[in-house]
């Protein structure tokens, strides 16, 4: 019996590119080797919960395979916070789980609607990046079911090039199947958060250099349609867990119930004049002058980490086209970078309804992880015409100050760039030469970068 | 330790499995059953890991009859006096073209479909008939409501089970043991993966199926609409219906 397939059209969260692909969703583990087996399709990508924003987890005219039916919870240890669980098993489910029981993911991006599996092989990072580094680091070992059907164990002692090829490896060396990762043990589930408003790019700048130290979590939302003086002011948010007796009265019997959450949905795509430089210069004014300011606000875990979540299909805003995201990482001394691009997007008129600016700690060994020490711009483009040329423009300048773009969100970038971008490249194509010598794996990024043929 | 305790039969389908944890989820104890034990084993561990509840995966092959009464046995002997009831979701859908071509294809239809679930679920009826409480909640099909060319060898099958879940729930009413007969229409399930045009999810059609049972329903169909798309299809008058393709 051929393996049950749909012919859809697959996008990344961006929903620009939209491609043709042939999607699969095992039920079971053996069903992964099958459908790698059977060759019913030129190559295959796995796919999460497909929150990357661009083309890394979708194959066009190809096999699409997602991973969110192999979601079992294998084993937990309760001494050692290890869970060992399937490659589908999302954040969000992790969190249902465990919070109750006081422990929360040691790291986790700003949607808890990812899979294990896009975790690692995006090496996702989130606000304590400074502090605890990405999620390869909580990552014990997992188990990768190569091309050829061969199942390997991975981890830093054994088979640990793969392990390093996989963890930041978007796909592209195996499916990996299940995991094991140390969860982090939690005093509640609330954080306590220091707001501080900047005036300006310094004042955010230092303000970070000051005080990151002595918060596990930090991110700041900048102004991006702020120009002149006022260039890159921001609202930096930073955070740390709170015990049951920072929280109100209220809370402090039932210290891991966050409560309820109203979770509306965008119903329909924004049409193209609702986004419109007014309307979003409207919304950064209004978003700056409203953010809460003040130290020590109790806020739950939802709220703090994934505040888009809450809205289901929040990328409808940007149009039936779709969006672009991009996020760039600059090393420390490179932060000029960071204030050209803000005058690039402010001068472009080019509108981002949120521009996040976050320093990284060290990066790992990860030949394609993304992370390098330094700071990170994460910035929103609605697809139009004009939006390739001046991404292009603004490549040069990430390229010129040594900086990289993060594959996970990226749908544009040429094979040039990437290869400047990531040196490691090279390293990374002849491992996947060794294991995938039929490129059986292959996405529509992995083309558009020369990865794969 | 639970108080109740369930048993699920097919265990690796999908919906099965959501009922699996949505059983668990209230604090039953579960036993899984499946013929594939290594999916199995993790439907279980699963159930545990989430839950903190009791999960055994216990292997069951519908086609084995003669394993059917040691099974039936093992289940009641594990939960004891706690088996509350049990949902049976096995079931097997070859494509009709290749099946009226090919009888094994056909009769494995009727072994699995109806003869396996009569075999072991009237062990489960007789227990319960003696114990004098408990429910059979049974995953039957719309397909079985009206014989269409495209799919009258499953359908036909899922037809006698129904009909058989209506004489047992008659015989069972004075014992006070309560049959419930599910009729899903489209549920996203790697049967019909990439063949249906749209789909009710798994968890979805659990959270029905537990409902019927918790509301003593006899026939359910899940969604709840296919009532009224099957209310139409039985009526289309039989000489018209056989010029229809369908
Ligand atoms: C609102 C929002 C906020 C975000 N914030 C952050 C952030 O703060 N930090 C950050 O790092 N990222 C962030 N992201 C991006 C997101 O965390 C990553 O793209 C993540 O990888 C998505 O996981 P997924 O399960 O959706 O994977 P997908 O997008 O479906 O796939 C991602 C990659 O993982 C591969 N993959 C998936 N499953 C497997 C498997 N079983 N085996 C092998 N490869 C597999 C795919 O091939 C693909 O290359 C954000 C995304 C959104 C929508
Ligand atoms: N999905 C729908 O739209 C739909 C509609 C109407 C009715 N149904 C009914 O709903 C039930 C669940 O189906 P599903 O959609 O979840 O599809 P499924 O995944 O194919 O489920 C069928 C289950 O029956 C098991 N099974 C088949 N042959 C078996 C055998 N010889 N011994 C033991 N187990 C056997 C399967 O085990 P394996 O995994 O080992 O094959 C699987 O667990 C079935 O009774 C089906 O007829 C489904």
Sequence with gaps: MPEPVKNQPVAGWGRYPVHECREYRPEKRRSIGDILGERAQPNYIARGLGRSYGDTAINEGGGVISCLRLDRMLGFDEATGVLHCEAGVSFSTIIDVFLPRGYFIPVTPGTKLISIGGAIANDVHGKNHHRDGSFGHSLIEFELQLPSGEIINCSREQNAEIFWATVGGIGLTGIILTAKFRLRKVPSGFVTVDYLKTKDLDGVLSAIHESDATYQYSMAWVDCLASGRSLGRSVLMRGNHVGPGGLPAAKRSDPFNMGGRFSPTLPFDFPQFALNPLSIRAFNVVFYALSPGGQGVITDCDRYFFPLDSIHHWNRMYGKRGFVQYQVTVPTAEVQAIVEILQAVAKSGKASFLAVLKKFGQGNEGLLSHPIEGFTLTLDFAVNDRLAPFLRELDKTVLKHNGRLYLAKDAVMTPETFRAMYPRWEEYKALRQRIDPDNLLSSSLSRRVGLTP | ?246
């Design chain 2, 1 to 246: 330790m639970s108080a109740r305790g369930v048993v699920v039969i097919g265990a690796t389908s999908a919906i099965a499995r959501a009922v699996a944890q949505q059983f668990a989820a209230g604090g039953c104890a579960v036993i899984v059953a499946a013929r594939d034990q290594d999916e199995n084993e993790a439907i279980a561990a699963d159930l545990r890991v989430r839950y903190g509840v009791e999960g055994h995966a216990f292997a069951w092959d519908a086609e084995a009859f003669d394993t059917h009464g040691a099974f039936v046995a093992r289940c009641i002997e594990t939960l004891g006096d706690r088996l509350e009831g049990v949902v049976l979701c096995s079931g097997y859908m070859a494509e009709q073209k290749a099946a009226q071509g090919d009888w094994s294809l056909a009769r494995r239809m009727i072994d699995v479909n109806y003869s396996a679930s009569v075999s072991v679920l009237e062990r489960f009826a007789a227990h319960f008939e003696v114990r004098r409480s408990g429910f059979l909640c049974v995953v039957s099909s719309v397909a079985g409501d009206r014989g269409r060319q495209s799919n009258y060898l499953y359908g036909s099958t899922k037809a006698a089970l129904s009909i058989w879940c209506e004489g047992l729930r008659n015989r069972l009413y004075p014992a006070g043991v309560h049959v419930v007969t599910v009729k899903p229409g489209f549920v996203d399930t790697k049967m019909t993966w990439g063949t249906v045009p749209f789909a009710a999810s798994p968890e979805a059609a659990a959270k029905a199926i537990l409902k019927a049972i918790d509301k003593k329903k006899n026939v359910v169909y899940v969604p709840w609409f296919w009532r009224y798309i099957m209310l139409i299809i039985r009526h289309v008058p039989e000489w018209q219906f056989k010029k229809m393709k369908m």
